[in-house]
């Protein structure tokens, strides 16, 4: 398996994930994939799930509980996992105008929710491992 130890140069979202962009200890740029899935919280009812299917956006649902920032309660909501990063602000847009539901982290932008979800940043001083296909198996 490949070892890269670098900086964390750049970051954008692809159709399958994140291309995290590592500069090398000897000044080489290296392009990793890493398959990464946005995600955001909904509060919502138990069709949610069923409801979120008819937006042609790929996603996955899971109820779990997370703790609200303001009262401090743990409350059950829906975990959202976005298939496609690049589709992830479009489908919040869209969601922003029910009325039935309320989105929490939905404004976090993509690449900034992939470090705080990755435990990194840009600039960040790292060793990388890779396979053959660049795919980041971790960090």
């Not at 000897?26 to 069709?47: I, Y």
């Not at 959202?80 to 929490?104: C, H, S, T, W």
């Not at 932008?109 to 940043?121: G, I, S, T």
Request: aromatic share 14%; with cysteine.
């Amino acid at each position: 398996m490949p070892r890269i130890k670098g900086w964390i140069f750049d970051a954008y979202p692809l159709v399958d994930g994140i291309s995290l962009w590592i500069l090398d200890e000897e000044g080489r740029m290296h392009a990793l994939r890493d398959a990464w899935e946005p995600r955001f919280f909904v509060s919502a009812g138990p069709s949610f799930p069923a409801s979120i299917r008819r937006y042609p956006v790929p996603t996955r649902c899971r109820l779990v509980e997370r703790k609200d920032f303001y009262s401090n309660r743990v409350l059950p909501v829906w975990e959202v996992r976005v298939g496609n990063p690049l589709k992830y602000a479009p489908l919040v847009d869209i969601l922003m105008r029910r009325q039935d539901i309320e989105l929490f982290n939905a404004d976090i932008k993509v690449v900034q929710a992939y470090h705080y979800e990755r435990r990194h940043f840009p600039l960040a001083h790292g060793t990388f491992d890779c396979d053959e296909a660049q795919n980041l198996r971790r960090w």
